[in-house]
């Protein structure tokens, strides 16, 4: 698929504990509008916006999918949250996911705990996802919203879709101590310094080569937040590759 033949929706859930959505109105930023159905940006982008009241699952759920462990002060909030401010915004490149991390942190910065994504199942402190925000380059966006899952002998990514790329498959087996190899890898893709695609061979200055292949599209139904329409991609070792060959 063609990225322009894609639609990519950002949901974002952004907890906090606000006692009346006056309270809300009053907190936003400078140059930000809250309206029943959207959040205005500065620059006119209109967010959809959904409040949803709170469940007795989803507290648990955020601290568990924290990449970095959120603040005590940000739990607290999370674990007292009245509501969860759904946000559904652009994605499908840098440019796009950026704007609705702009509009998260708008949120945040009115009182909001952290961020809850659905595409990838992540959840960030609201300090650092503002950290994250200011920075804005692409290493930064992609920490935000790309996920690594160990899935029995396999690592995958989840949340590519959101910067407009196919999602990353290897062998575990593959992966360092430390799973740099990946990080890499979805580090120098974000960066789209130079055009990347099956066949091509991905290496570092030191580390190992791998060559890109296609492999069979996202399991998930394109009903879900977390469904890739942009596909995905196998890494395999270059030396099992001159093997196969």
Known sequence: MNKTDATVEVFLRVPGNWEHPQELIARMPSGYQL???ALILPDGTAIEFRPMPPDDQFAGVFQTAC???ATKAELHRVNGYTVNIGLCGPGGSMAAALTTMRAGAAIVRAGGAGVFIDNSVLAHGGSEWIEMVEDGSCDAVSFAFVNVVRDGQIVKTMGMHVLGLPDIVMRRADLDDDGDVIAD???YLCRGEK???PGHVLAGETGPRFQVLATSGDELKASSPMHNPFGRWKLVSFKDAAECN
Do not use: D
């Open 35 to 37: 309206t029943a159905k």
């Open 67 to 69: 990449r970095h462990p």
């Open 185 to 187: 890898v979805i580090r």
């Open 195 to 197: 055009p990347v695609g």
